[in-house]
C-alpha cells in the first residue's frame, strides 16, 4: 500500500490549513493511501492527531506532501529527504507587509518564501488552492500544476448561536463586520478609515466590529491608538479571538461584511459571511475577486468615500440586499465538498502514479 504522508509546519484546530489538512488525509485513506500528519508544532487540542517531523522514517512507496503556508525549519528538512514530494500551496504573505511592525515575523516570511522557491526543483507536483496561488508556483519555477480550492465542509460554519452574545451584538444602527487576524496585510486601519466615513456621511450610530485575534502586538496597538484618535472608541470594536457560538452571533447581527485587506490567498471567512446570510463587500485585490467571484460586491480600489458608498447602497436597498445574500449562496455551492475531494484525491493518484 503507498503512503503520502503530510508535512504541516504549525497544526491548530479551527485553522483553514489545519481543517484542510484533516480533509485531505480523509481522502487519501478513503483511496487505500496511508496518510499520516507530520508537525512541527501542534495544539494541545490536535497533538493526538499528529507525530512530530523528526520521527518521520524512510519507508518503500512513501511520498510526502507539504502543506506550505510560512516559513519552517521543516522545509529545509524536506530538501534533504529521499522521499519524492508534493506541494500544497495555501501562500504565503509578502515580508514586506509584515516586516514594518514585526521584524522577526518579516524575516520568517522571507524565509518561507525563499524555501518554497528552493522547493521547486523536487516537487514532483503542487496543488494551489487558488489561481493566484498557482500563479506564483509557477513564477518560482514550479512545472506541474494544478488548482483544487481549499477543501472546505461548509457545515462547519454552523454554529449555535450564543443567545447572550447575540442579545449583546444586536443594534439599530448599521453593523459591519471583519473577521480575520488582526495582522498588517488584512488592513483593518483601511477599514477603520472607510467606517469612520460612514459614520460622518450616512449613518452616526453604526458599529465596526473587527474579530480575530492578533498575529502583531505592534499592529493592534497601532489600531487602538488610531481609533481613539478618531474619536471612534463606541463604535469601533476590537474583539480579539471568540468562541464558535460567539462568531455565529456576530454574523447573525451583521448587516454587511466589508474586507479591506491587502493580501489573502483564498480568503475563507468571505465564504463564511455567505454561509450567514451577509452581504459581502471587499477589495479586489490577490485571490479576493477569485473567491468571492459573483458572491459580492468587488471594489477596485479602496477609497475610504467609495466603501462608505458601497456599503450605504447595499445596507439602504433591501432589493440589492436581497440578490446579494442569494448570490452568496449560489457561490458558496461552487466550493462543493465532495467535488473538490474527488479532485485532490484524483491529482495525487495521478502523480504518484496509481
Known amino acids: 500500500m503507498p503512503a503520502v504522508h503530510q508535512l504541516v509546519p504549525s497544526f491548530a484546530p479551527r485553522d ?9 488525509q480523509g481522502v487519501l485513506r478513503e483511496l487505500g493511501v496511508r496518510s499520516e500528519i507530520y508537525v512541527a508544532d501542534a495544539r494541545r487540542e490536535v497533538a493526538s492527531l499528529c507525530h512530530r517531523y523528526d520521527e518521520l522514517t524512510t519507508e518503500p512507496d512513501t511520498w510526502l506532501l507539504y502543506q506550505a503556508s510560512t516559513g519552517s525549519p521543516m522545509a529545509d528538512w524536506l530538501l534533504g529527504r529521499p522521499e519524492p514530494l508534493l506541494v500544497n500551496y495555501h501562500n504565503i504573505t509578502p515580508a514586506a507587509l509584515f516586516a514594518p511592525w514585526e521584524p522577526h515575523v518579516g524575516v520568517e ?14 516537487t514532483r507536483f503542487a496543488i494551489a488552492d487558488s489561481t493566484f496561488n498557482e500563479e506564483e508556483l509557477l513564477a518560482l519555477g514550479y512545472e ?32 459591519w463586520l471583519f473577521v480575520g487576524r488582526v495582522a498588517p496585510n488584512k488592513a483593518q486601519h483601511d477599514l477603520i478609515k ?27 496597538t497601532a489600531l487602538v491608538d488610531y481609533v481613539s484618535a478618531l474619536e471612534l472608541e463606541p463604535y469601533v470594536e476590537l474583539c480579539g479571538d471568540v468562541p464558535d457560538g460567539v462568531l455565529a452571533a ?5 448587516d454587511v461584511y466589508v474586507s479591506a485587506s491587502d493580501h489573502e490567498g483564498f480568503g475563507v471567512p468571505l465564504l463564511e459571511a455567505m454561509h450567514h446570510r451577509v452581504p459581502v463587500i471587499a477589495y479586489a485585490t490577490t485571490a479576493v475577486p477569485e473567491t468571492v467571484g459573483y458572491g459580492g460586491v468587488l471594489l477596485p480600489d479602496k477609497d475610504p468615500a467609495t466603501m462608505a458608498a458601497a456599503v450605504h447602497r447595499v445596507v439602504s436597498d433591501p432589493a440589492l440586499r436581497s440578490s446579494l445574500v442569494a448570490a452568496g ?22 502523480a504518484i502514479g496509481r
Open 16 to 24: 483553514a490549513v489545519g481543517n484542510h489538512t484533516l480533509q485531505v
Open 144 to 175: 506541474a500544476t494544478a488548482v483544487v480550492p481549499i477543501l472546505l465542509d461548509t457545515k462547519t460554519f454552523e454554529k449555535t448561536v450564543d443567545e447572550r452574545a447575540l442579545a449583546r451584538l444586536r443594534h439599530t444602527g448599521t453593523v
Open 250 to 254: 456576530h454574523y447573525r447581527a451583521a
Open 329 to 350: 449562496e449560489r457561490r458558496l455551492a461552487d466550493f462543493d465538498l465532495a467535488t473538490n475531494r474527488k479532485r485532490f484525491g484524483d491529482l495525487v493518484l495521478g
Open 194 to 220: 472607510a467606517f469612520s466615513v460612514y459614520r460622518r456621511v450616512y449613518d452616526p450610530d453604526a458599529r465596526l466590529r473587527l474579530v480575530g485575534g492578533s498575529s502583531s502586538h505592534a499592529y493592534w
Open 109 to 122: 516570511l522571507e524565509a518561507g518564501r525563499r524555501q518554497l522557491k528552493a522547493l521547486a526543483a523536487p
